[in-house]
């Protein structure tokens, strides 16, 4: 709901209203309805225009399984089910050379190993249920101008129509994405590898339909992938993340559609016959960033502002919301032992619990990237035994999957 009024302090203020704030609060609400958190949510973007959120773009995220696990306990599954297209296959090949694999949802027994939704669609979703939740309170616009550690948890300065109010949190979480300025405020360094690399991102059009198959093709400038959409107007679409140098990106942003046409088509071939259009291309840097410190006495970074990956493995909006059930996990016991949820304890146990599935996904994404990038030997050999191996070994394929599904043991 919007508020209309501040308290002087709240349990939890969630920081930014995206995809991995909202989620969170809404997971807190759902999984605290009966004993109950005060929850507040401050986004800087007006709530009659949150489809300019940043995180709520013309991109597409690919959702694991786990990921539509969660959103079922969430009771928000039901919403985003009719706008996601189902993943029942992934092809993984390696461009001009010898091996390739297949990982299908029939040997693995789900009913998809992933969807794909476009970022505005799912976006539109978690608004309306913060609207709608008579626990979540919405104050946006407005803006974070201060924050401070203080005895009970956090004190915070909140900026919206050009004034200023105080209030106190226990617990601040921390999701306002990988430029917070937040974050710089509070003194919290960041650890970042430039990959030296771009990632083109645009829908396409195509011939023949995708029949719910994604594709991740690896090439000697990086992995370009390209994910089953729903169809619009009657065009086969999907979704395009073509990982390119910074010399290729200004040539491929710059050209016109033909010529882009005839480079994707020599990159990715005909296996959904002729690309017949190219949507609007945008292109974003690529790089591993994290941050030195998670959580503080009464603070915790989610999403992208605690890590940021390479979108190589689709890992980066799923792990944050692994990263938020398993923080909501450990308030719900916070609030049944009757301890702050803004308590070191609390905050160490969550980090403990995630911390070898944050190192598992950095290390497999930042890996993956090295060695499918470049077309030395070595890594050519590796890649053609990996490859090789999936392909033949069943049990292999199936950890694999698992993984990839967002199912951790």
């Given at each position: 709901?919007?508020?209309q009024?501040?308290a002087?302090?709240?349990?939890?203020?969630?920081?930014?209203?995206?995809?991995?704030?909202?989620?969170?609060?809404l997971?807190?609400a759902?999984?605290?309805?009966?004993?109950?958190?005060?929850?507040?949510?401050?986004?800087a973007?007006?709530?009659?225009?949150?489809?300019?959120?940043?995180?709520f773009?013309?991109?597409?995220?690919?959702l694991?399984?786990?990921?539509?696990?969660?959103?079922?306990?969430?009771?928000?599954?039901?919403?985003?089910?009719?706008?996601?297209?189902?993943?029942?296959?992934?092809?993984?090949?390696?461009?001009?050379?010898?091996?390739?694999?297949?990982?299908?949802?029939?040997e693995?027994g789900?009913?998809?190993?992933?969807?794909?939704?476009?970022n505005?669609?799912?976006?539109?979703?978690?608004?309306e249920?913060m609207?709608?939740?008579?626990?979540?309170?919405?104050?946006?616009?407005?803006?974070?101008?201060?924050?401070?550690?203080?005895?009970?948890g956090?004190?915070?300065?909140?900026?919206?129509?050009?004034?200023?109010?105080?209030?106190?949190?226990?617990?601040?979480?921390?999701?306002?994405?990988?430029?917070?300025?937040?974050?710089?405020?509070?003194?919290?360094?960041?650890?970042?590898?430039?990959?030296?690399?771009?990632?083109?991102?645009?829908?396409?059009?195509?011939?023949?339909?995708?029949?719910?198959?994604a594709?991740?093709?690896?090439?000697?400038?990086?992995?370009?992938a390209?994910?089953?959409?729903?169809?619009?107007?009657?065009?086969?679409?999907?979704?395009?993340?073509?990982?390119?140098?910074?010399?290729?990106?200004?040539?491929?942003?710059?050209?016109?559609?033909?010529?882009?046409?005839?480079?994707?088509?020599?990159?990715?071939?005909e296996r959904?016959g002729?690309?017949?259009?190219?949507?609007?291309?945008?292109?974003?840097?690529?790089s591993?960033t994290?941050?030195?410190?998670?959580?503080?006495?009464?603070?915790?970074?989610?999403g992208?502002?605690?890590?940021?990956l390479?979108?190589?493995?689709?890992?980066?909006?799923?792990?944050?919301?692994?990263?938020?059930?398993?923080?909501?996990?450990?308030?719900?016991?916070?609030?049944?032992?009757?301890?702050s949820?803004?308590?070191?304890k609390?905050?160490?146990?969550?980090?403990?619990?995630?911390?070898?599935?944050?190192?598992?996904s950095?290390?497999?994404?930042?890996?993956?990237?090295?060695?499918?990038?470049?077309?030395?030997?070595?890594?050519?050999?590796?890649?053609?035994?990996?490859?090789?191996?999936?392909?033949?070994?069943?049990?292999?394929?199936?950890?694999?999957?698992?993984?990839?599904?967002?199912?951790?043991?």
């Amino acid at each position: 709901m919007q508020a209309q009024t501040l308290a002087a302090q709240y349990d939890v203020v969630v920081v930014g209203g995206g995809l991995v704030g909202a989620s969170f609060a809404l997971n807190l609400a759902q999984q605290t309805r009966d004993s109950g958190y005060s929850i507040l949510v401050v986004e800087a973007v007006d709530s009659k225009n949150f489809d300019q959120q940043p995180s709520f773009d013309s991109r597409s995220t690919a959702l694991s399984f786990g990921s539509r696990q969660i959103f079922e306990t969430m009771k928000l599954w039901s919403a985003i089910a009719p706008l996601v297209e189902p993943i029942v296959e992934i092809q993984v090949s390696d461009r001009g050379h010898f091996g390739r694999t297949t990982l299908s949802s029939a040997e693995q027994g789900v009913e998809a190993l992933g969807y794909v939704i476009e970022n505005r669609e799912l976006g539109g979703v978690l608004s309306e249920a913060m609207q709608a939740s008579s626990v979540v309170n919405l104050l946006a616009p407005a803006k974070i101008s201060q924050i401070k550690p203080c005895q009970s948890g956090m004190e915070l300065t909140l900026a919206r129509d050009e004034q200023l109010t105080r209030l106190s949190a226990k617990l601040v979480v921390l999701a306002d994405g990988g430029r917070s300025s937040i974050c710089k405020n509070l003194g919290i360094d960041q650890t970042q590898t430039d990959y030296g690399q771009h990632a083109i991102i645009t829908n396409v059009a195509f011939e023949k339909p995708h029949l719910g198959v994604a594709f991740e093709r690896f090439t000697e400038s990086g992995p370009l992938a390209v994910l089953p959409l729903a169809d619009f107007q009657g065009s086969n679409r999907g979704s395009l993340v073509w990982t390119v140098s910074e010399l290729s990106r200004a040539e491929l942003l710059s050209c016109d559609e033909e010529i882009f046409r005839s480079r994707l088509t020599q990159y990715f071939g005909e296996r959904l016959g002729r690309i017949l259009q190219i949507g609007q291309r945008v292109a974003y840097p690529l790089s591993l960033t994290l941050a030195r410190e998670q959580i503080r006495p009464g603070l915790v970074l989610l999403g992208n502002v605690a890590h940021t990956l390479h979108p190589v493995a689709g890992q980066g909006l799923n792990l944050a919301l692994r990263d938020s059930a398993a923080l909501v996990h450990q308030l719900v016991s916070a609030k049944a032992q009757g301890v702050s949820p803004g308590e070191m304890k609390i905050l160490q146990a969550y980090l403990e619990l995630q911390n070898q599935d944050q190192s598992e996904s950095v290390l497999f994404t930042d890996q993956t990237v090295k060695l499918f990038s470049n077309d030395r030997w070595a890594q050519r050999a590796i890649r053609k035994l990996g490859l090789l191996g999936l392909e033949l070994l069943p049990s292999v394929r199936s950890r694999f999957a698992q993984s990839a599904m967002g199912l951790k043991p």
